[in-house]
């Protein structure tokens, strides 16, 4: 057998022409494939910055929300109700909301300003520059320092700014896991220093974060939440939720669905055709073996490791070419937002694997039909 897959390589690698068309086919589909998808997730993965920044065991809101941005503000009450749910272990008020930044040269640019309860501070940043103390003085704002920091004129630790005709006095330089999606800077103060400084109606608690006692205590506490009239997630279940809108109500997941289908087709269909013609133009050859003795399972050995070599190969190229690709971009664009990920390159395995299922299946049905009387005769 192994010198039987010799002799296959042999003739798949020969013909350089027909293997080089081979590999663009597949890595041009594992290439488009993985871009896309990557870019789906990068998507999802920011979509659900401020959650996985904050990193809340459990998520209070109003059932309407359907995503992080979308805030609905809660009656005080709610806090004070959940707090006295048993089993939890501390419940805090989270403030996301948005205003606009006068800059010091006159222009202005819309910020996110995430309000952290004023006594625990959960769910701050991890600071690089400045006292998270420092939060707690007059104006005092942190200032998340990510890709989208140049729209704020690239501040430093005492940079002043005006937000609503408020002054704010930038205190602190931090970094967080995930950028915001949609390209806009993002300032953390306090709970009641963002009820002051920016417009808001009757009720002002966009979120309850809460930490649960134990894990069993979790489900018990969205339960009786549940039967408040709100909604109690846990981090996983608030981004999944997340993500279903964005990819069923929006365009978003039909549009990267359309695209990934059809990075498959083109790859199927140039792996194949080529794949095709391959077997038609060597022929001869496997029937002068199946005349010398080589069996047909023999035959169809040769095939398959021809066809999965190629794929494999294909899908690393693709892989690695698409790698560079995202590296390069955000080397030029820092907020381009995909991510390669287990689920990318489990998909495109997937379709590589029927790829090569497929354009195996068409040089099988070809070769098994040869005679050897036929190929001599000719």
Known sequence: MLGILKIAYKLLVNDRSKFAALLVGITFAVFLMIQMTSLFSGVLNRSSATVINIGAKIWVMDPAVQTVANTIPMP?????????????????????GSGLVKLHDGTYQAVNVVGLDDSSLFGRPRLIEGNIQDIFAENGFILIHDSEVPKLKNPK??????????????????EVATSGLFGVPTLYTTYNRALQYLPNPRFTISYILVDPKTEKDAIEIENKVKSMGYLA?????????????YTYQTGLGTNMLLMTVISFIVGLSISGQTFYTFILENLEKFGALKAIGAKSSELVSMILFQATFTALTGYGVGIGLCGIMIWLARLRIPDYAAIITFWNIGLAFVMVVVIAGISSYIGVRKVLKIEPFDIFRG
């Open 76 to 96: 005080d009450f709610v806090l004070d109700e959940v707090r006295s749910i048993p089993g939890v272990n501390y419940a805090v008020p989270l403030y996301s």
């Open 157 to 174: 630790i005492g940079t002043e700014f005006e937000l609503n005709e408020h002054r704010g006095k930038i205190v602190g330089i931090a």
């Open 233 to 245: 997630l846990t981090k996983d279940e608030f981004m999944a939720k997340i993500s279903n809108f």
